[in-house]
């Protein structure tokens, strides 16, 4: 029983002790953008548009409003006309008869409004996701180049080491000790700059979904650059709206072309007539005239506005296509370099540092600090160049998510939440 007391007690102990990158949740792409998808506050303002533009098409389906008119004549006057003797006093209704489906091409341009909405919303949250993927290949990179800060400076340390004993041994002069020292501290410096580069980049991706930077991000996914090439999805985002806005222009054509048709106005009363004290009964009719005439312009309208619509959809296809494909031949370049870096550069680079080291541990006098420096030095941007082309590779791959939808099953959960 004691024994599994201080068992506990110890477990405890080291949870509570433990480093916080020990107990950090570890967060790939996929979790990072539900985060921000779940927090997304333009969801709730599409959502609002949406729910206006409902409201829009049930007005749509609205009829003409019956009207009531009250009429008086005679009621005034003199002589025969004298009040109430030749009085004449009328109730009319009133009804109009909408011809030509104006109804129902109204509430087709209403509900086309409804999908140009839809899709809006749909590109504001794809464009969130891409800021987002963007913040997390910044914070990736970060964290990479923490591994190199921290290769360095032991690298630093080493050779600190073997200066030290040599300028001890009288092989070399003082001011190569000075200047390990100084390269060194230069060295710890730089890791604990990377280190807090690391975490402000961690705290900024965590604010798109309200979080702290407690988390840890999966390093493979940055290195994963050969595998992620390939052809893109075959949804266009930005496509579906352009064709929901010539949706939308095709169904005000119909909607104004409808209005060129004149509605039939029926008319039906019950008059009174005071010198006889009789009722009758009136009925009527009427029909404007020329609103086809009337209407051109605004027919004129929507058919350009059609046209237009139907141009931008061309035209942006063909840039899309046009984009895509420079990024894919992009990252394929740059997985390339990548890859010929770690073949061609990182080893030969390494192998270089390791003979210098070597040599100096040897105590001869064929190397100096300063070619160990130099070696060591090819090696650090050999690494901070790989990196920043993984970097630019994952912020093309993240344009690409954006320009062909990857991540839009996103949005749905986003929107039922």
């Given at each position: 029983?004691?024994t599994?007391r201080?068992?506990?007690?110890?477990?405890?102990?080291?949870?509570?002790?433990?480093?916080?990158?020990?107990?950090?949740?570890?967060?790939?792409?996929?979790?990072?953008?539900a985060?921000?998808a779940?927090?997304d506050?333009?969801?709730?303002?599409?959502?609002?548009?949406?729910?206006?533009a409902?409201?829009?098409?049930?007005?749509?389906?609205?009829?003409?409003?019956?009207?009531?008119?009250?009429?008086?004549?005679?009621?005034?006057?003199?002589?025969?006309?004298?009040?109430?003797?030749?009085?004449?006093?009328?109730?009319?209704?009133e009804?109009?008869?909408?011809?030509?489906?104006?109804?129902?091409?109204?509430?087709?341009?209403?509900r086309?409004?409804?999908?140009?909405?839809?899709?809006?919303?749909?590109?504001r949250?794809?464009?969130?996701?891409?800021?987002v993927e963007?913040?997390?290949?910044?914070?990736?990179?970060?964290?990479?180049?923490i591994?190199?800060?921290?290769?360095?400076?032991?690298?630093?340390?080493?050779?600190?080491?073997?200066?030290?004993?040599?300028?001890?041994?009288?092989?070399?002069?003082?001011?190569?000790?000075?200047?390990?020292?100084?390269?060194?501290?230069?060295?710890?410096?730089?890791?604990?700059?990377?280190?807090?580069?690391?975490?402000?980049?961690?705290?900024?991706?965590?604010?798109?979904?309200g979080?702290?930077?407690?988390?840890?991000?999966?390093?493979?996914?940055?290195e994963?650059?050969?595998?992620?090439?390939?052809?893109?999805?075959?949804?266009?985002?930005?496509?579906?709206?352009?064709?929901?806005?010539?949706?939308?222009?095709?169904?005000?054509v119909?909607?104004?072309?409808?209005?060129?048709?004149?509605?039939?106005?029926?008319?039906?009363?019950?008059?009174h007539?005071?010198?006889?004290?009789?009722?009758?009964?009136?009925?009527?009719?009427?029909?404007?005239?020329?609103?086809r005439?009337?209407?051109?312009?605004?027919?004129?309208?929507?058919?350009?506005e059609q046209?237009?619509?139907?141009?931008?959809l061309?035209?942006?296809?063909?840039?899309?296509?046009?984009?895509?494909?420079?990024?894919?031949?992009?990252?394929?370049?740059?997985?390339?370099e990548?890859?010929?870096?770690?073949?061609?550069?990182?080893?030969?680079?390494?192998?270089?540092?390791?003979l210098?080291?070597?040599?100096?541990?040897?105590?001869?006098?064929a190397?100096?600090?300063?070619?160990?420096?130099?070696?060591?030095?090819?090696?650090?941007?050999?690494?901070?160049?790989?990196?920043?082309?993984?970097?630019?590779?994952?912020?093309?791959?993240?344009?690409?998510?954006?320009?062909?939808?990857?991540?839009?099953?996103?949005?749905?959960?986003?929107?039922?939440?």
């Open positions: 029983m004691r599994a201080r068992l506990s007690i110890g477990a405890a102990f080291l949870l509570l002790t433990a480093s916080p990158n020990v107990l950090a949740q570890t967060l790939n792409l996929a979790d990072v953008l985060r921000a779940q927090a506050p333009s969801v709730s303002a599409t959502a609002a548009r949406m729910e206006a409902e409201a829009g098409v049930r007005q749509a389906g609205v009829r003409p409003l019956d009207a009531l008119a009250f009429d008086a004549e005679n009621f005034a006057g003199t002589g025969t006309y004298r009040p109430a003797n030749m009085a004449e006093t009328t109730l009319w209704y009804r109009t008869l909408e011809r030509s489906g104006k109804r129902d091409s109204r509430i087709d341009a209403a086309s409004e409804l999908g140009v909405i839809h899709q809006r919303g749909r590109l949250t794809l464009d969130l996701l891409e800021r963007e913040a997390w290949v910044d914070a990736l990179a970060a964290e990479a180049a591994g190199v800060a921290e290769e360095h400076l032991r690298s630093t340390q080493a050779v600190e080491g073997e200066v030290k004993r040599r300028v001890s041994a009288a092989l070399d002069p003082l001011f190569a000790a000075q200047r390990a020292r100084t390269d060194a501290a230069q060295a710890r410096i730089a890791r604990d700059q990377a280190v807090q580069a690391a975490r402000i980049a961690r705290d900024r991706l965590a604010l798109y979904w979080g702290a930077g407690d988390f840890t991000l999966d390093k493979a996914e940055f994963a650059a050969v595998n992620l090439v390939g052809p893109p999805a075959q949804e266009a985002p930005d496509l579906d709206l352009l064709n929901a806005e010539r949706d939308a222009a095709s169904a005000r119909r909607m104004e072309d409808g209005k060129g048709t004149p509605d039939l106005t029926l008319k039906g009363a019950v008059r007539l005071a010198q006889y004290g009789d009722v009758a009964l009136v009925v009527g009719a009427s029909i404007p005239i020329g609103t005439r009337a209407n051109r312009a605004n027919v004129e309208r929507a058919m350009a046209t237009a619509a139907e141009a931008e061309a035209v942006s296809r063909i840039e899309r296509d046009r984009e895509i494909a420079g990024l894919v031949a992009n990252r394929e370049a740059t997985a390339s990548i890859g010929r870096i770690d073949r061609e550069v990182l080893p030969g680079a390494r192998r270089s540092v390791s210098i080291q070597d040599g100096l541990r040897r105590g001869g006098l190397f100096t600090y300063l070619e160990a420096a130099n070696a060591r030095e090819v090696v650090t941007q050999a690494h901070q160049h790989r990196i920043e082309l993984l970097r630019r590779y994952h912020l093309a791959g993240a344009r690409l998510d954006r320009l062909t939808g990857r991540y839009a099953s996103l949005l749905s959960s986003a929107e039922n939440r």
